[in-house]
């Protein structure tokens, strides 16, 4: 092929697939204007809960002011079918009602062609947190969306809040050195993490002209290494500095660095096979040269947790759930199990898979974690699960639509049949676990 020609099948490529968007976006509209909870309309309404289908349903504001509120249980549905995960599904959902019922103008240049639906994303997630008035402001403005560049979007933004908001505006701009933060991340494979921040223009200056100082300094000693990673280095004395000073803080705040790792026994470890543990540290992998590392730095104490057979049982007779058994459950799965859910087990609920009224133990056979968000909906929705063997989970929707989640990740079925469907909280204990 020619390339103008092969150009020419790309264009007409992109043309389909936005032409496939719009049409998902029609029937997100469409399925939106059925799922409207009843009764929770209005701002004064934000979170309040209906009886809908039989169930305590919430009234989800996912877009701006004057969009409807979605049902929450609903919109779980919708969002697994999207094969979405849930919060960046609800997002995208919310996106697409700010558009249709709040930016008209845009919401038609998208099914006329005229706008890409990724920008009119961009602009929806601009224009959500203005009221009505200051929405509808910035869609009068964009009669030709397809020319806006998001400096000018920005500038549209910025003028609407005046406009229509102008208490909004004063408050965020004195509320403004609140938003002030420093957040270390995980540790990644390589056992390094990432720093992010914002901070006072002073601090920020101070800081940075400490760490140039100290990462000078460390040249001078001898240090080869480049001037950014003596600059990481620097920060990492500052902090230890830092932590070898007696503050007052108390007992429990005793001086030094400290890791908690979960060193993972397999049988050839017990067996003296000569297998080697992998650490973890935050539920992170960390190779054993790693670790060695660590316990070179002066001032560094480590608690090593053994944690053997992570599928084991070992029930207790409590509801309350050990410290134990939170651990090996958070260990084994990681994750929230509901669809494509992705917040981290330590974050999440223990429900027990077959409830503990019915018999079911608190053993971490029977222990899995769930969010909040996602106990509610197993607990006073439709959805349901069955553990098919420790750590796989088969889920079913309202609607019929089966998910699998395990640790390679969610798996849609294409099978909608009832008759192999859980009951609420029945737990099907795989046979080699008997």
């Known amino acids: 092929m020619t390339s103008s020609a092969l150009l020419a099948g790309l264009r007409a490529g992109v043309r389909v697939r936005e032409e496939s968007v719009v049409a998902e976006w029609a029937g997100i509209v469409e399925w939106a204007a059925g799922n409207v909870v ?3 309309a209005g701002a004064g309404a934000v979170g309040a809960a209906t009886i809908r289908d039989g169930f305590v349903d919430t009234g989800l504001p996912i877009a701006g002011e004057g969009a409807p509120l979605v049902s929450e249980f609903a919109l779980m549905e919708l969002v697994a079918v999207l094969g979405r995960s849930p919060d960046g ?4 959902v919310g996106r697409v009602l700010e558009c249709a019922w709040r930016l008209p103008q845009v919401y038609a240049s998208v099914v006329a062609g005229r706008l890409a639906p990724w920008r009119a994303e961009r602009i929806a997630e601009a224009t959500r947190p203005l009221c009505p008035a200051a929405a509808a402001f910035v869609d009068r403005q964009l009669f030709n969306a397809t020319g806006v560049g998001w400096a000018q979007l920005e500038r549209l933004i910025a003028e609407a809040v005046i406009r229509f908001d102008p208490e909004r505006y004063e408050a965020e701009r004195a509320a403004a050195s ?4 420093v957040e270390v991340g995980a540790p990644d494979d390589n056992g390094l993490v990432s720093i992010d921040g914002l901070l006072d223009a002073a601090d920020g200056s101070d800081l940075d002209d400490a760490i140039s100082r100290r ?3 460390l040249g001078r000693l001898g240090n080869e290494a480049s001037l950014d990673v003596r600059r990481s280095q620097a920060l990492g004395d500052l902090a230890r500095n830092d932590l070898t000073l007696d503050l007052g803080a108390g007992a429990e705040a005793s001086p030094g660095r400290k890791a908690v790792l979960n060193v993972h026994i397999t049988d050839a470890t017990l067996l003296g096979t000569g297998a080697n543990p992998v650490g973890r540290w935050d539920q992170t992998p ?16 480590v608690l090593v947790r053994p944690v053997v057979d992570v599928a084991g049982h070992v029930p207790v007779t409590a509801y309350e759930i050990p410290d134990r058994h939170r651990q090996a459950v958070e260990l084994r799965d990681h994750t929230c199990r509901f669809p494509y859910c992705n917040r981290a087990a330590t974050r999440c609920d223990l429900d027990h898979a077959t409830p503990h009224g019915r018999g079911g133990p608190t053993c971490p056979c029977n222990l899995v974690p769930l969010c909040r968000r996602h106990h509610r909906a197993k607990t006073h929705s439709q959805w349901r699960y069955q553990v098919t063997k420790i750590g796989t989970y088969l889920w079913r929707s309202p609607s019929g639509f089966h998910f699998e989640v395990s640790h390679r990740g969610t798996h849609q079925h294409d099978r909608t049949d009832e008759a192999d469907d859980p009951e609420p909280g029945v737990y099907r204990q795989p046979a080699d676990a008997l």
């Open 178 to 181: 609140d938003h002030r933060y």
């Open 38 to 40: 009843a009764g929770s």
């Open 286 to 301: 960390v190779s054993a040269e790693q670790i060695r590392e660590w316990l070179a730095q002066p001032g560094m104490s």
């Open 215 to 217: 990462a000078t300094l």
């Open 89 to 92: 599904g609800r997002m995208y």
